[in-house]
């Protein structure tokens, strides 16, 4: 492992550790409201959460060093040319690293779906990120609707999305019958990480 990978593993979970030391850590649960953010975004500009209300929203977080992050970003990227015009929007939160380090590894990867900056961790502290990588799934009312903790693939990222983008957004924000037929799965491929 090069040094540069474990130093800034080490970096960005001491981050969240000290930021965790002063309370609980929350727990966010499927059916619940997600906790709204705004951040900046890699290049130029800001995106809040409560902008894309409406649409279906996977909120990845991730960094470099991850060893899955690389080919795992690369995959999703047919997957959301495929679904973005049926309401699929992705942002890729990066966990507390410097942006030129973000910027180079978006531009070895090659994806479109935004990038976003969480330089001080404290979107992942809200979401109560442990460990990374970690994918929440928020349906068009701003509900999370489940997780895939660790390593996914297209194929299970793509069996969380598509029954939320057949499911409109309820006019008077919530639809019981309608989200009670809806998937709160949590995906971890790998279990013994937890």
Known sequence: MKPRIV?????????????????????LVSGEPAP????????QGR?????????VVAVRFWADWCPFCRREMRELEPVYQRLRDQGLEILAVNVGQDPENVRRFV??????????????????????VIAI??????????????KIIGESDADTF???A??????????????AAALAKLPTP???PDPERR
């Open 162 to 175: 598509v029954p939320l983008l057949r499911s409109p957004a309820s006019p008077d924000g919530a639809d």
């Open 107 to 128: 531009e070895r990867v090659g994806y479109s779906y935004p990038t976003l900056l969480d330089s001080d961790s404290a979107v992942a502290r809200r979401f109560g």
């Open 36 to 43: 709204g953010f705004e951040l900046q975004r890699l290049g």
């Open 186 to 188: 949590v995906t971890d």
């Open 7 to 27: 130093f800034g593993s080490v970096l960005v979970m001491l981050i969240m550790l000290i930021g965790g030391c002063g309370g609980d850590h929350p727990r």
């Open 47 to 55: 995106v809040a959460l409560d902008e894309l209300s409406g649409s």
């Open 158 to 160: 793509e069996r969380m």
């Open 133 to 146: 990588p970690v994918t929440y799934f928020i349906d068009r009312d701003g509900i999370v609707r489940g």
